[in-house]
């Protein structure tokens, strides 16, 4: 069963940045598409940015031009670069494949308030 251990959150004022990070226990060369996913309170988890194995990517019109997605497959992580955070984008943020695998990991809070 992979394992997805999600890090990176925490507290910013609005307008600050965060860059969370996934290290998964499987080789990303064996998966074509990761992507992060957040779920805020009261809310259904939604895809947030996805990137594939040749580094095409896409964003939830949400956070474009403010979110990065990135892989690096032989360190099995996957990072989102966060600027420009609203507190609408308080939520957790979790990683996994696209689509997603059946188990979770425990997700990394990100809360953004002044």
């Known amino acids: 069963q992979v394992q997805l251990v999600e890090s990176g959150g925490g507290l910013v004022q609005p307008g600050g940045s965060l860059r969370l990070s996934c290290a998964a226990s499987?080789?990303?060369?064996?998966?074509?598409?990761m992507a992060w996913y957040r779920q805020a309170p009261g809310k259904q988890r939604e895809l947030v940015a996805a990137?594939?194995?040749?580094?095409?990517?896409n964003y939830a019109d949400s956070v474009k031009g403010r979110f990065t997605i990135s892989r690096d497959n032989a360190k099995n992580t996957v990072y989102l670069q966060m600027n420009s955070l609203k507190p609408e984008d308080t939520a957790v943020y979790y990683c996994?494949?696209?689509?997603?695998?059946?188990?979770w990991g425990q997700g990394t809070q990100v809360t953004v308030s002044s």
């Open positions: 499987i080789s990303l060369f064996t998966i074509r598409t």
């Open positions: 996994n494949k696209q689509p997603p695998f059946g188990n």
């Open positions: 990137i594939t194995s040749t580094g095409s990517t």
